[in-house]
């Protein structure tokens, strides 16, 4: 690929927010009320919602995959109404020409963001991730550059990153490609939805006991259970959760805030749950972590939706303290 060299700063008005496949998934494309937050406001204040090609065409696998376990349904119809779906509501950025070709090269040379990936477990699924990565990426470069917009980067994917940000070696690279001072515009939403709610949003503090009433709910306990024991799960924790297993609310963590966008609250938490049944201890801990991100209603203060954002397994508490229980 050649190397970019326009030197004009970037429109810093109007973003290109651009979505991995997790956080596509996880904002519940097309129909989801996350979805629809992030594209009517990102339309009220000019931004732009884009995917790179590799990750339509990752969704659209994935998709039409999913029907093929439906019976009645057509996967090729399924995958036709999605694909238009995600041209309509999205802005597809086109692979750039050599990319390819360039991601084989890095992925045989280790070489970020390939050259994070494990070797552990099947190689041929670890080579196609490194390499939808490593295209991802240059896709991002080039949006960026051609566009001459600020560009957030909502990803949840490890080989990114290095803590919050893009991994020094790839802001080298993009220093390099783009120029240093506009580089500084290109950047990664590792906490990828709630980060950008928390930006549009109103701030509001809400009652600790309000919370965790709202975290204890049936519905939060639900949607979490559904996540960790469907077959085909966007995260696992580190142990399988057996179907007969039940989850016990055993605290929250984190700061009573929440976000306001239109007429609904956006509630990030972190809530600890206790997991009960027979198999349980042949997979070590017998506590899961989650991060979820709750959907209120106003008044009266009800979960409206669910969105698991990932799932770990913890030691048993020993500060007690933390936690609102």
């Given at each position: 690929m050649e190397r970019m060299t326009n030197s004009h700063l970037p429109d810093t008005e109007r973003a290109l927010i651009v979505l991995d496949t997790d956080q596509l998934e996880l904002a519940g494309f097309p129909d989801g009320s996350v979805f629809r937050t992030l594209h009517t406001t990102a339309n009220l204040y000019g931004h732009t919602l884009a995917v790179p090609q590799v990750v339509a065409m990752e969704h659209l696998t994935q998709h039409r995959l999913g029907v093929q376990q439906l019976p009645g349904r057509s996967p090729e119809a399924a995958t036709q109404r999605r694909c238009e779906a995600l041209h309509a509501l999205l802005t597809v950025l086109p692979t750039p020409e050599g990319a390819a070709e360039e991601a084989l090269d890095r992925v045989a040379g280790r070489r970020l963001p390939a050259g994070t990936m494990s070797v552990d477990g099947d190689e041929g699924k670890v080579e196609d991730h490194a390499i939808r990565d490593?295209?991802?990426?240059?896709?991002?470069?080039?949006a960026f550059n051609s566009r001459n917009q600020m560009l957030w980067f909502l990803s949840g994917d490890q080989h990114f990153a290095a803590r919050s940000a893009f991994h020094p070696d790839l802001r080298t690279e993009a220093a390099q490609r783009l120029g240093a001072e506009r580089s500084l515009f290109l950047c990664l939403m590792k906490n990828g939805i709630p980060a950008l709610l928390k930006r549009w949003g109103t701030q509001v503090t809400l009652d600790t006991a309000e919370l965790s009433l709202l975290a204890r709910s049936d519905s939060v306990t639900q949607q979490v259970r559904s996540v960790i024991t469907e077959p085909v799960r966007p995260f696992a924790p580190d142990f399988p959760v057996p179907s007969t297993s039940l989850l016990a609310f055993d605290g929250r963590l984190g700061r009573p805030l929440a976000y306001q966008v239109d007429d609904r609250l956006w509630v990030p938490s972190r809530i600890r749950y206790r997991v009960y049944g027979e198999e349980h201890t042949r997979f070590g801990s017998s506590f899961i972590m989650t991060r979820v991100l709750l959907e209120v209603?106003?008044?009266?203060?009800?979960?409206?939706?669910?969105?698991?954002?990932?799932?770990?397994?913890?030691?048993?508490?020993?500060?007690?303290?933390?936690?609102?229980?």
């Open positions: 490593t295209i991802a990426w240059l896709t991002l470069l080039d209603s106003g008044e009266p203060k009800l979960v409206r939706g669910v969105t698991v954002l990932d799932v770990s397994t913890v030691e048993p508490p020993t500060a007690r303290g933390r936690y609102e229980t």
